[in-house]
């Protein structure tokens, strides 16, 4: 690792130390992060659990062993965590339906975020168990949860739940495929005191056939939580894909949903942004990513986005039948309208014409109904290319004119060679041809003296203007009448510059030194 490098790094990660740990001192918490990578050719973050820190490295190829053990090296002495208790892990891209590796050894840790416990696992997965870029979030559920229904769905392991009922919901009821994540969802619950599972149901379940239960028993909720991963692959159920299913899911979302209900939508999507054109007729639609960022998290790096979505009414289209009729949600055209998507479409194609210039279809009767353009590009008569002029054939017979004739002279003009030009040198202005002027130019001229440049005035006659002008008077002559000015004589006193001594630093002023001579002197 470069010099610079490794002091930019120990900079950095002592300063966020310090400051994180007042932090987590005034909200009762023992998780932060200290270092997102923040330099260049430094792409790793540290994270604080509890007494242990722990480094993920995103780099693409990893950092080398050496380099490695810089790091750690580093994050023991300037965050003060024994090396025994540094964790170093590589998150590898991944591809295609390829999941994580998961490792057999274990490391459980219980933390407390904003007072709050939670458990989490440092060595088996990737992910821990608890997002530390949501801390924001979890805040303003808990805030905003008081005498509420949350449905908390894709749950993971139920820290959006944690919160939603320390803040006094009515009911919180926690979705999630995976057994063994609903299984730490319940753990974690418990911990916090949250124990009528009547109250707070833990439900291991696909989230797809849970959504269509509730809207067949027309259960309502006045916030629904929806963090869905980026995309999901499991035997249990059909795939999940963000950008495929967001709308589905948020269009039946208004069917389970009590009047103003609210939905917490957050993606960790870098190549993906929700379409807020087709949820503007449903949802009244905020970002709240900037205000929720948490501590440690640079805008630089992090993907995390989070929206409102207010209910404004209800979605009534064809995605309630094709639910029930159980058709694949590859089908479902993103939940649009037909109706919808015709008009979207018709607005497209006026708003292409009046950029490009032509007039309306409808003013030239054309439709713009579906194949009415391909027929009539069927019905136009073909052009045939082989009978066209060409023009390497036909050079020999002149060049085409503007009445489609050509013209037989111009293969027998002779090239004009610079050589045989006349010399512009020697020619004078008046033997110029100026094609259909010439009869203009003479009837102006006609009676117009010829101008020779031999009869110009002597421009040495003309009267100067200051120097041979003798009748202007003049105050001095030769400075003989002016009186002397102080800068003329050579003999004016200069002032003596004196030097003053230079005062030393830290006085503002000092005696003059005595000498045994000064009769002043009384010793």
């Known amino acids: 690792m470069q010099e610079f490098l490794r002091k930019d790094f120990a900079k950095i990660l002592k300063h966020n130390a310090l400051e994180a740990r007042r932090a987590m001192r005034a909200s009762d918490s023992t998780v932060a992060r200290i270092y997102d990578r923040s330099l260049e050719g430094l792409d790793v973050t540290v994270d604080l659990y509890g007494a242990y820190a722990r480094i993920l490295d995103y780099g693409n190829p990893p950092l080398e062993e050496a ?20 964790i170093y892990k590589e998150r590898k891209k991944r591809e295609g339906r390829e999941q994580h590796e998961r490792e057999e050894e274990s490391l459980v840790v219980e ?61 919180v009821t926690s979705v999630d495929l995976s057994n063994v994540y609903s299984q730490w969802a319940e753990e974690n619950m418990d911990n916090n005191g949250f124990l009528d599972r009547s109250k707070y149901p833990i439900i291991a379940s696909d989230a797809y056939k849970f959504l269509i239960e509730a809207i067949e028993k027309n259960e309502k909720w ?105 058709e694949s949600l590859e089908h479902l055209s993103l939940g649009v309208e037909k109706k919808e998507r015709k008009q979207r479409k018709n607005d497209d194609f006026k708003r292409k014409e009046r950029r490009d210039g032509y007039s309306s279809s409808r003013e030239r009767g054309y439709s713009i109904e579906k194949g009415s353009f391909k027929d009539r590009r ?12 060409r023009s ?10 503007r009445d489609g004739k050509y013209d037989e002279s111009w293969f027998d003009r002779q090239s004009r060679r610079f050589d045989d030009r006349d010399n512009y040198s020697e020619r004078r202005r008046d033997d110029r041809k100026f094609d259909g002027r010439d009869e203009r130019r003479s009837r102006f001229n006609e009676d117009r003296p010829r101008r020779s440049y031999d009869d110009r005035r002597d421009y040495d006659d003309r009267p100067r203007r200051y120097e041979d002008r003798s009748d202007r008077p ?18 004016r006193p200069r002032e003596k510059r004196v030097r003053k001594a230079p005062v030393p630093y830290g006085y503002d002023e000092f005696r003059e030194t005595r000498t045994r001579d000064d009769k002043k002197n009384n010793y």
């Open 222 to 326: 006045d916030l629904i939580i929806f963090d869905p991963p980026s995309f999901s692959n499991s035997h249990k159920a059909e795939d999940f894909d963000l950008k495929k299913d967001y709308l589905f899911y948020l269009y039946s979302f208004t069917k389970i949903l009590k009047d103003n209900g609210v939905v917490i939508f957050s993606e960790n999507l870098a190549s993906f942004g929700p379409e807020k054109a087709k949820l503007k007729p449903y949802y009244k639609v905020s970002e709240m990513t900037d205000e929720l960022r948490a501590f440690g998290f640079t805008k630089k790096k992090s993907t995390l986005r989070i929206f409102r979505l207010e209910k404004v009414k209800e979605f009534k289209g064809e995605v309630m039948r094709r639910i029930q009729d159980d």
């Open 392 to 401: 390497y054939q036909r050079r020999g017979e002149g060049f085409r004119t």
């Open 474 to 491: 003049r105050r001095f002559q030769d400075g003989e009448d002016r009186p002397k000015r102080r800068f003329d004589s050579d003999e």
């Open 378 to 389: 069927e019905n136009r008569e073909r052009r045939n290319f082989d009978d066209r002029d």
């Open 111 to 171: 933390v407390k975020e904003n007072g709050h416990i939670f458990k989490t696992e440092l060595l088996k997965y990737i992910d821990t168990g608890l997002f530390l870029d949501q801390a924001e979030t979890r805040k303003v559920v808990e805030e905003s949860s008081f005498g509420l229904r949350v449905l908390n769905l894709f749950s993971y392991t139920g820290s959006f739940s944690v919160y939603a009922a320390a803040g006094g919901a009515e009911s």
């Open 67 to 86: 380099e490695k053990e810089e790091v750690i090296d580093i994050v023991h002495r300037h965050v003060y965590i024994e090396n025994d208790k540094i």
